[in-house]
């Protein structure tokens, strides 16, 4: 079964640094989940400024795990700029917590 997410982007910062790698991915399963609670919350209350400041706080780990909800942290993000209700950004957030449900089980699986 294909990954939700890529290490390529790790494995260059880390420079093959295992132990670097570990720690990154460990610090990830602590910062994210909490992090997309608020986020959903915040969108769920439509409260935009928060939403924006998870959103933006979570796309650089996004990114680095090539993780593929990016397009929809922007979506946010462009959201919280707006006057649109957040049903606009109800799939974009349903998406964010599946795949990002699916790479916290995989990250957990794959640096126990």
Do not use: C, R
């Not at 209350?45 to 959103?55: H, I, R, S, T, V």
């Not at 929809?72 to 700029?81: A, N």
């Not at 649109?84 to 990002?100: H, P, Q, Y």
Request: charged share 25%.
């Amino acid at each position: 079964m294909d990954k939700h997410y890529s290490l390529d982007s790790l494995k260059e910062i880390a420079g093959g640094d295992e132990d670097f790698m570990a720690i990154v991915a460990q610090t990830f399963l602590e910062e994210i989940p909490p992090d997309l609670e608020a986020l959903t919350s915040a969108i769920v209350d439509d409260n935009k400024e928060l939403a924006y400041q998870f959103a933006h706080k979570m796309k650089p780990n996004i990114e680095m795990f090539g993780i593929s909800v990016l397009k929809d942290i922007t979506t946010i993000e462009t959201w919280t700029k707006g006057s649109k209700n957040n049903g606009v950004v109800a799939e974009n957030i349903e998406t964010i917590n599946s795949v990002l449900k699916a790479v916290f089980t995989e990250l957990k699986s794959d640096f126990s």
